[in-house]
């Protein structure tokens, strides 16, 4: 029994847990235990013996907080979840993402469907025992346009093409990604076709979905013949492609679209760093509020996985960093510079900053954003030559990214 799957089951109702046991009694591997919630107690996890596999709750009318008691508890001590409640209610499903969901199903719970949840959370931990330890960022626009694909290419160029590591960047934006063009490459396959046959792929199979860069850089996107996507990708699948992923390099940066869906929570919520890319105006200030918002509260980011990036900044722009900092409630922010007609040529020829101009300002403060990201002190001489930078600026740069 030591090797089974233990899931606890966990309800206010007997009647609820003999259920929830008969719909899975007989599953191969699969051990449970029932938990009924007496004297008061809102813990899910409350006298039980040990952190489980995996927990089945079924929501009372206390399910605020039920669920606020497992958002408590630290990463490490929250198991995988699958919620039966009230589907029709959105602030249940809210707070059960928060929580850790993994699936919710709505009452009165089908069992074949439960069956279904359960393997395929099985599926995930078995998964997850394979995974190497991956670093996994993901880069997002807080208003369309403000440089987050630029930033997410060069980002993972320099920890390829500087740092020596074994990287994935990955085009999440089905509609449309034009990601790989900022390398002047033309893939044949790309993400569509690899979620397509994401039941055989592995590691290496992989790789035939991914295009190469001379630096080493592997990258996964969408070929140009691809058709455009109308609904969301499956958080699921882009789950078991992360995990695929994490295989086989050292670090993986995701380019995000500006919405949340599937998908995105499914990368956020695996994400060491997000990247939330800002400049220097009052719109793009009202949307990375409300931005910055749904990924503290609704997904549950914490702070300190967060990194704002002012880019294209302009230190006599009327939104001063003193502004950003205030209305978004954050640390100090790392700056990129304003280098237009640099970063239209790296755009334009597929050349990347490190390769095309790597002394210019623009490329220091990417090579800085890669250092902080990655945890790592800046070169020596980028060092020395930020700290006089000041008087060997172009007249068409800016100041160094303060980090």
């Not at 606020?68 to 490490?76: E, G, T, Y």
């Not at 930033?151 to 390829?160: E, F, G, I, K, Q």
């Not at 623009?362 to 020395?384: D, F, K, N, Q």
Request: glycine share 6%; net charge negative; charged share 25%.
């Amino acid at each position: 029994m030591g090797d089974n799957f233990r899931i606890l089951l966990v309800s206010r109702s007997r009647k609820v847990l003999d259920d929830l046991a008969g719909a899975l009694h007989g599953q191969a591997g699969i051990e449970v235990e029932p938990l009924l919630i007496v004297n008061g107690h809102v813990d899910p996890l409350h006298g039980s013996r040990a952190v489980p596999d995996a927990v089945i709750l079924h929501l009372s009318e206390r399910w605020r907080e039920e669920l606020a008691a497992l958002i408590q508890r630290p990463q490490d001590q929250r198991p995988p979840l699958i919620v039966l409640g009230p589907a029709a209610d959105m602030n249940v499903m809210r707070l059960a993402m928060q929580a850790g969901a993994r699936d919710f199903l709505p009452e009165p719970f089908v069992p074949a469907d439960l069956v279904e949840a359960v393997e395929r959370t099985v599926r995930d931990r078995q998964a997850a025992a394979q995974v190497g330890q991956a670093t996994v960022t993901a880069v997002v626009n807080c208003k369309g346009g403000s440089g987050a694909t630029l930033l997410a290419c060069n980002v993972a160029h320099v920890m390829a093409a500087v740092s020596g590591r074994r990287v994935a960047l990955v085009d999440l934006d089905v509609q449309f990604g034009t990601l790989p063009l900022y390398f002047d490459l033309y893939p044949q396959r790309g993400l569509d076709q690899a979620l397509a046959n994401l039941d055989e792929l592995d590691a290496v199979a992989l790789d035939g979905y991914m295009v190469r860069h001379a630096s080493g850089l592997m990258v996964l996107g969408h070929s140009g013949d691809e058709a455009l996507q109308l609904g969301e990708l499956p958080g699921r699948d882009i789950e078991r492609l992360l995990d695929i992923l994490c295989l086989a390099h050292d670090d993986v940066v995701i380019d995000l679209p500006r919405r949340i869906d599937p998908a995105s929570v499914a990368v956020l919520e695996r994400a060491a760093n997000v990247v939330v890319v800002v400049q220097q105006s009052v719109t793009t200030l009202r949307d990375a509020t409300r931005l910055l918002r749904i990924l503290r509260r609704d997904v549950g980011v914490p702070r300190d996985r967060i990194c704002i990036v002012v880019n294209r900044y302009d230190k006599n722009a009327a939104v001063t960093i003193e502004d950003i900092v205030k209305t978004l409630n954050c640390g100090e922010p790392s700056r990129v510079p304003n280098d237009f007609r640099t970063i239209s040529d790296c755009v334009n020829t597929g050349t990347p900053l490190y390769e095309y101009a790597r002394n210019a300002a623009v490329t220091r403060a990417v090579i800085a954003l890669e250092a902080r990201l990655s945890g790592t002190a800046i070169p020596e001489r980028l060092s020395l030559l930020s700290r006089t930078f000041s008087g060997l600026l172009k007249p068409r740069s800016s100041t160094w990214p303060v980090n």
